[in-house]
């Protein structure tokens, strides 16, 4: 069983961000901080952390919101080196992200450079959905003007922060009714230089089509004409969800016209009755049964069973095979039943 996240933001962290706070502003009461952070801190998951570390940040820094922020922006750390394999060190922010989106929805201004900097050494995803609830049309003015930022962190919170259904975030309701916001700020993006930001761009085109399937093949259409093949690749990515339901424009627009002409013998399981904490395999012969060749995505759905006790599918990509008439091929995937 995987180690809980919480477990990598331990006690340390606070007193880690105490230490950096005093550095730049001597009168903090560390040990007044501390005691407020800790506790009960071990019976906290990990956002909860995050969040009683924030409160104890508002009691002990400067009631002035304005003051107490400049502070925590004067503390932050160097900006990441990198836009990719970060591990748990950014989340040192967690408390500072909460912090702004709890306490500065009220104060715009200091709030945008607060959340600016912070997205450079963590990502301030979470806390920019406050201001575009509470302010949306000048956050989205303000995200228009990042669009075209150097540090891919700020581009990449351009397209992060508004996807309408963005996981263990609040949603977006404006924008699941209307879209139209956001798909201007991806249209600007869609090419970015950076993989990075370009990943972001097709999660959010997948929320996007999870409300607006049409809107999302027709943007997916649009976007592969004439398209790089890193622009193709983001199409690819948005329309992956699309693809799992089986929508055929979905799987027209990535090559897959038509139903596949195919049939499945030998099917079998791996052992038979696998047991949790055992790998199982499923395993079947594929023969196309057309008359001419043929590409051909496979997909699995496995259906997990609940705590009570129903079932909830779950699609999961397996292979694409180029068969020819009569070919026959074995496929043999591992499962893992872990807990």
């Known amino acids: 069983m995987a180690e809980p996240l919480k477990n990598q933001f331990g006690a340390d962290k606070p007193a880690t961000i105490a230490g950096m706070i005093a550095n730049v502003y001597p009168p903090f009461d560390v040990d007044a901080f501390l005691a407020d ?53 950014p989340f040192l922010y967690l408390p500072h992200v909460t912090f702004v989106a709890t306490y500065g ?34 956050t989205l003015a303000r995200l228009r003007a990042w669009v075209d930022d150097p540090s891919p962190h700020v581009r990449r919170l351009v397209s992060e922060g508004t996807r309408p259904r963005l996981p263990w975030a609040q949603r977006l309701p404006a924008f699941q009714q209307d879209p139209r916001p956001v798909l201007a700020l991806l249209e600007r993006l869609k090419d970015d230089p950076e993989l990075y930001v370009r990943r972001s761009v097709a999660n959010n085109l997948n929320d996007i089509g999870k409300d607006h399937p049409a809107l999302l093949v027709d943007t997916a259409r649009r976007w592969m004409a004439d398209a790089s093949e890193q622009r193709a690749w983001v199409v690819r990515h948005a329309l992956r969800s699309a693809v799992k339901r089986g929508d055929p424009e979905a799987l027209s627009i990535i090559g897959f016209d038509g139903a596949a002409e195919v049939r499945i013998e030998n099917a079998r399981m791996e052992p038979e009755a696998p047991a949790i904490g055992e790998t199982a395999y499923v395993a079947f012969d594929l023969i196309h049964a057309g008359a001419d060749a043929q590409r051909i995505l496979v997909d699995y759905c496995v259906h997990y069973v609940k705590a009570n006790g129903k079932t909830s599918p779950k699609v999961f990509k397996l292979k694409t095979f180029e068969l020819t008439p009569g070919e026959r091929t074995a496929v043999r995937k591992a499962l893992s039943l872990t807990q």
Not at 113 to 134: G, H, K, N
């Open 105 to 138: 929805v009220d104060h715009f201004e200091s709030s945008m450079r607060a959340q600016y900097e912070l997205t450079q050494r963590f990502s301030a995803e979470f806390s920019i959905r406050a201001f575009l609830i509470a302010h949306p049309e000048a």
């Open 37 to 89: 952070a800790l506790a009960g801190y071990e019976a906290l998951d990990l956002t909860p952390r995050g969040r009683q570390i924030a409160v104890a940040l508002r009691t002990h820094l400067p009631a002035d919101y304005e003051e107490a922020v400049d502070i925590l922006i004067a503390s932050l750390g160097p900006k990441l080196a990198s836009t990719e394999s970060f591990g748990m060190a």
